[in-house]
């Protein structure tokens, strides 16, 4: 077994991303690579071909090891619903809803299910690499824990620590890690990256060498600001906090940032086309009045979003746009906003209720325990398309005699009937260049044509390639090597 594990010494250091670019530089090396986190938080999931789902980011970490997506690669997966409640899922499927208080001790008894999934992988690959979550300098959360020294010291994996030198304090960060971790942890960890770092890296040689010196730990490389990074699909909501009004093409699209935001990267696509100003709409803006198109993103917790929703004014925004003449796509907890009402009788989001819905679509809809998990492919608005569907509800009404597409497994969605407002469950349809051309040309765009999927894959290589010049990766194959099952 070989296999390496990075982790942080913070959240959004850049470990998601580097796991990714040293997937592919593996993979073109040759070998066979697989990536693993133990445990994730995100409200952004990937559909695997075995029917469950995992992070994003390990389903892009798969892509960058040229292999299918797996829910060995991402057995414990949370997926917040509010401040203090998350779904579970465990290898892929739902196992039921975990509060702040009792999370801590139901994540123990999963150590054995993370180890098992992570021992299949091993088993099928030369080389596994993998992520942390978080940072193990919260030292709070050391008991149980399943993410980070928990798992590395269960799987005897040595560990890489990643300090991000863009936020400052990186010395004292991975140098103060070290000085917090209980020793058999702290043993774990046989050296650092650096990452994100701008300019000359001749400024930061003391630098390297004070951390060096003072963790007693070797460094593995100085990683540059990966531009290339920003092609990739982002998995944490972090990002669009930073997120402002695009620069770019004529035509604008908005979307309200959520609360309870989910599989955000479905608009990534728009990014590419030069022709499109993507806007992420923060809490306290109103829905911008030049919009052509809105779009209702997908929610972990629909009600409660749609609530927040109206709490902003953003559904007075959204009804005037339409009666302007705008469009609106609502895809997935989106689509379900636009209807007439939302019953969730079972308590699947929180307390069992109902809620009005926005009206612009004459369906209903029913949140149901099963969970629909499937990759979808077929046709919409007369083009091929391919995606999938993550969702808990059931949507009826008259609408949905005018399917939005039709896909292998039946109809999907809702079309309004002056068709300015679409609704459906189908993740990812923006990744599909034809289906991006069919609705940009509704709104008065001539797309590029991009094909998004070589976008990101040549993202990735850029990424290897870069790696491959400031990291020390035969040194990181060598230590992967003397992992001890």
């Keep these: 077994m070989a296999a390496v594990m990075l982790q942080g010494t913070g959240s959004d250091v850049g470990k998601s991303v580097l796991v990714a670019g040293l997937c592919r530089a593996l993979a073109n090396r040759g070998l066979r ?23 994003r980011a390990q389903a892009l970490q798969a892509l960058a090891c040229r292999v299918a997506p797996h829910t060995d690669m991402n057995p414990v997966l949370l997926k917040p619903q509010g401040d203090r409640t998350s779904q579970l899922v465990v290898q892929g499927k739902v196992r039921g809803t975990l509060d702040a208080g009792n999370f801590r001790a139901a994540r123990k008894p999963l150590l054995g299910e993370v180890l098992a999934s992570f021992r299949r992988l091993a088993a099928s690959c030369d080389i596994v690499l993998v992520e942390g979550a978080g940072s193990p300098a919260e030292i709070n959360l050391r008991a149980g824990d399943i993410a980070n020294m928990g798992f590395a010291r269960a799987a005897n994996v040595p560990v890489l620590l990643v300090g991000d030198i863009d936020r400052g304090g990186v010395i004292a960060a991975v140098v103060g890690t070290r000085a917090v971790l209980d020793p058999d942890d702290a043993a774990m960890i046989r050296g650092f990256l650096i990452n994100k770092f701008r300019g000359d890296p001749a400024l930061f040689a003391d630098g390297y060498a004070q951390i060096e010196e003072r963790s007693g730990w070797r460094g593995y490389g100085l990683v540059p600001w990966l531009r290339d990074a920003a092609r990739l699909p982002s998995e944490d909501a972090v990002v669009l906090e930073r997120t402002s009004r695009a620069e770019g093409g004529h035509v604008l699209i908005a979307c309200p940032m959520l609360p309870r935001i989910a599989n955000f990267d479905d608009l990534d696509p728009l990014k590419l086309e030069p022709g499109v100003r993507l806007a992420m709409i923060p809490p306290g803006q109103p829905l911008p009045a030049d919009a052509a198109l809105v779009i209702l993103p997908g929610s972990k917790a629909t009600i409660a979003d749609l609530a927040a929703l109206r709490e902003q004014g953003w559904d007075i925004d959204l009804l005037a746009h339409h009666r302007r003449g ?36 004459a ?31 059931v949507t009826k009404g008259p609408d949905t005699v005018r399917p939005f597409a039709k896909l292998d497994h ?27 051309r069919a609705v940009l040309a509704r709104i008065g765009v001539e797309s590029s044509g991009t094909d998004y999927a070589a976008a990101v894959d040549a993202a990735l290589d850029a990424i290897a390639n870069d790696l491959e010049m400031h990291v020390d990766i035969d040194a990181l194959i060598q230590l992967a090597r003397e992992a001890q099952p």
């Design 33 to 55: 690579v697989r990536p693993f986190k133990p445990q994730n938080m995100s409200n952004n999931a990937a559909v695997t071909e075995d029917g469950g789902e995992i992070g």
């Design 363 to 393: 369906v209903d809809t029913e949140l149901t325990r099963e969970k629909a998990l499937r990759p979808a492919r077929g046709t919409a608005l007369g083009v091929p398309i391919e995606g999938y569907e993550m969702h808990m509800g």
């Design 410 to 436: 039946g109809p999907d969605g809702a079309v309004a009937p002056d068709g300015r407002v679409i609704g459906s469950y189908l993740h990812g349809m923006f990744a599909s260049t034809a289906l991006r």
């Design 326 to 361: 705008g469009a609106v796509l609502g895809i997935c907890g989106g689509y379900q906003m636009l209807g007439r009402t939302i019953a969730d009788p079972h308590g699947i989001e929180g307390p069992a209720g109902s809620a009005t819905g926005l009206g612009l679509l």
